[in-house]
């Protein structure tokens, strides 16, 4: 008995000594992304006019599309049962999920030069995580432009619907950005995997990224059944847009479609698996 209460006493203790270290490895990760986005957002002020420019910039592209969304509902009053406020808080979340994943994920979008030029052998023998040094290469706060277009369509889009606010639709909000978060990051990790082998990033992959924005202005339900199922089953996007919209507008009442967009950061093990498969295949180009 002695034994047994022992060996279970060091089990503990190693459990506890193990989440100690990961908690320690995490808050340093933080910390260090926080001191690359500080690096960056000295950068960027260096040139105000530039940068406060590309912002007003990113909110007339927004805004086009806003205005697109709003003639063709001037012609059509609804779009399979959904209405023109409907539809734009659908886009509104999307708009809010691309623009995050852009401002916060897009040190990806440079990555095929690192690869080409040799500096990805620098950045594999710092003593870093390889994803985290990417990840602080680049942050694209201009996206805040876009970032507060996708909140005013929101705000109106919600007063316009007439959604019955409720904590669950409030968590399936919070959910589907998250969800939609993590869905645009893996796409970004699997488009820059591919530089492991081509050295160029492949266009193909703004189909799936730029693409999805797009396509995302209206319900992807509208789209047919095997676009549905695509989006459902290979790419998740259905799973932080369409199913839990049909919840915040009372047109389905199980809870599974809120915990629904949460199911869809399961996509990032395969874009992290995948990315993984192409630094252990990566052979330094030089430069």
Known sequence: ?????????????????????????????ARLYWRYMSINIRCMMQYKTSFFLSVIGQFLVSFNVFLGILFMFQRFHRVEGFTYSQVLLCFSIVLLEFALAEMFVRGFDAFSGTVRTGEFDRILVRPRNEILQVLGSKFELTRIGRLLQAVVMFVYGVTASGVRWTVLKALTVLFMLVGGVAVFAG?????????????????????FTDGAREFGKYPIGVYGEKILLFATFVIPYALVQYYPLLYLLDMRKSLVYVFLPLAACLF????????????????????
């Open 1 to 29: 008995m002695i034994y047994g209460a022992g060996k279970i006493s060091r089990e503990v203790c190693r459990v506890r000594n193990d989440g100690k270290v990961f908690f320690h490895r995490l808050k340093d990760a």
């Open 187 to 207: 796409l970004f990790i699997i488009y820059v995997a591919f530089c492991f082998f081509t050295l160029e990033g492949l266009e193909f992959m703004n189909v």
């Open 268 to 287: 990032l093990i395969p874009a992290l698996l995948f990315w993984r498969f192409g630094v252990r295949h990566y052979k330094s180009s030089g430069s």
